[in-house]
């Protein structure tokens, strides 16, 4: 069946217009994107039908809002094929989601002298955290080397491993060079000795069908803007047994059981990590995106994307004087390069003016841009809505830039 692509571009309005008298290329999809009309309307229909705070409230609002939000986790549980909705933490974002186990799960079983492994590829928000963390516990954090293309050196991660790991964070997908991590790879050997693994799939989910039995990871965690829902809203799963263990990661109402003067017990899972009001109208537009992704199919975007991404590197590999940076052999539709010498900033703001929106610098992944030694990178990630027409209007305003500063 041919990819519905006129279908799917109607859906979403943010592409149907002008920028600097030319029709908009939106080329800046990993940072996030853009939003079908049914998310939109998903968040008018919350707004002017049923806004009220769920969970307490007897009345009938509250009760059909309450049942949006808790159909919505179970929706997410089995868009990643989870076990049970209950392992499905509602948080503001991949961030969030990071944060909250870096912190929780380090409370509980990071000590001095520990270990924790990151790799080379990740973002700041599964960088930092742990960072810290380590810092404060007098742990130490270790980074999976990647080699000149992008990939995992996979024999120095087995040599990393040690009987201190305490936990392994690596992201699924590279947001500054679209590899695509041999997660279950990482899983499958750090399982042999009991050491939990953390997921950050912010770059995965709108790409690729993401099955968390089938991966086994114990924590995957992502964020609904990067996949057609709004900003603010993300998830975070974790396995029922270890998120047991560990303890509240923010205290306030919903968190709670019981309240005393003297002390207070804890909520069931998951309400136990989801302290204060939720982003009610963010869960009803992450429903609504989860719908479009399925309605579109997982696997037919993750090939039209395939294709765009072929093309693109045909194409842009052509011109003389680019040069791509990631050249791992499983990618997302991603691609990072730069034109010559000229730097990644002075290129993007010409190719903006040419009405493509893209974007350049160091993506939030510093210590990555540190080890392939570049100043930073342009980067065009691509989503189903975009075209082959646009990866030519992409290559025609490289060449110009190419022309402008020869
Ligand atoms: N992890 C990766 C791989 C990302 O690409 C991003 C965002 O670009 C994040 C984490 C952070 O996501 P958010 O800002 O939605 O929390």
Redesign the pocket.
Known sequence: MAFPIDKIRKEFPVLHQMVYNRPLVYFDN???TQKPQAVIDAIINYYSRDNCNIHRGVHFLSQRATEEFENTRKAVSSFINAPSSHEIIFT???????NLVASSFGKRFISKGDEVIISGL?????FVPWQILCNEKEATLKFIPVTPEGELDMDSFRKLVSKKTRIIAI?????VLGTILPVEEVIRYAHQFNIPVLV?G??AVSHMAVDVQKLDCDFY?F?G??MYAP?GI?VLYGKEKLLEEMPPYQLGGEMIKEVFFDHTTYNDLPYKFEAGTPNVEGVYGLKAAMNFIRETGIDNIYAWEEELLRYATWKLGDIEGVRLIGTARKKTSLISFLIGNIHPYDAGVIIDKMGIAVRTGH??AMPLIELLKVPGTIRASFALYNTFEEIDRLAEAVIQVKQMFA
């Open positions: 990993a940072a996030t503001k974002g991949t961030t969030e989601s990071i990740e973002h700041h928000s599964n992201t699924h997908v590279s947001n950050d912010a770059q965690c964020s803007h990067k900003m993300g993506h939030c």
